[in-house]
């Protein structure tokens, strides 16, 4: 595609529901990135692939969190049993490159996740 | 532990004035940098792009410098207009190279 799609682009659920949000990157890019943001504050890193594997998922804040790219493509996130601190806005990036020496990030629009 | 710092967090000028952003960053073995602009409830717009080696990039109306040594980078942003009121964020790579660090931003307000 053109750029990086984000499905859905709002999420409302209640505390303890399980969710999955979907990142679609730009065709031909091999590295792909999950951030969250709150409000008023900068993105912050959740997860790193090149490829299907993830290079780095140190910024996944418990186990609760899950992400997967089984064909080097799409990549979903799953949050299982939901807490109101899970809301947030969770951006998707993708690069050209295998991470960041040379590659420059592209965002999707993001999804709003609300939980009550 | 990276930690990037950007100041001041909001900023309000009159159109046409060039005006200064700045980002701190506190581990000066960096991959790369990169500034973007967000606009509420969008997604990250990338500007410029600084490799590690290099001190500085442009784009039209926009420089941006980086200096290693003492972890700082500016972003100039000459002759303003009301529409590039947005928040300007910068990013640096992590020790890994494999994530962007960000800072909390700067929220630019150009009036005409």
């Known amino acids: 595609g053109a750029g990086v799609s984000q499905t859905p682009s709002n999420k409302v659920t209640e505390k303890g529901k399980y969710v999955e949000l979907r990142c679609d990157p730009i065709?031909?890019?091999?590295?792909l990135y999950w951030y969250r943001q709150s409000l008023g504050q900068g993105p912050e890193f959740l997860i790193y692939?090149?490829?299907?594997?993830?290079?780095?998922d140190s910024g996944l804040p418990n186990d609760r969190f899950f992400a997967v790219r089984p064909e080097g493509s799409v990549s979903t996130l799953k949050i299982q049993r939901t807490e109101r601190g899970d809301s947030a806005v969770y951006l998707c990036?993708?690069?050209?490159?295998?991470?960041?020496?040379?590659?420059?990030?592209?965002f999707g629009e993001g999804s709003r996740l609300t939980v009550l | 532990k990276q930690e990037v710092t950007q100041i001041p967090a909001a900023l309000s000028v009159p159109e046409g004035e060039n005006l200064v952003l700045n980002c701190s960053f506190t581990?000066?073995?960096?991959?790369?940098l990169q500034w973007f602009r967000q606009d509420p409830g969008k997604g990250l717009t990338s500007l410029l792009l600084?490799?590690?080696?290099?001190r500085e990039q442009t784009s039209g109306r926009l420089n941006a410098s980086l200096d290693k040594s003492s972890g700082r980078s500016t972003l100039y942003i000459a002759a303003s207009q009301p529409g590039d009121s947005a928040t300007y964020l910068c990013?640096?790579?992590?020790?890994?190279?494999?994530?962007?660090?960000f800072g909390k931003g700067t929220t630019l307000s150009v009036s005409s």
């Open positions: 990013a640096v790579g992590n020790q890994a190279g494999t994530a962007l660090i």
């Open positions: 990036a993708s690069s050209s490159w295998g991470g960041l020496n040379t590659g420059e990030l592209f």
């Open positions: 581990d000066s073995a960096i991959y790369n």
């Open positions: 600084i490799q590690s080696s290099q």
């Open positions: 692939f090149q490829g299907t594997g993830a290079a780095d």
């Open positions: 065709s031909g890019h091999t590295a």
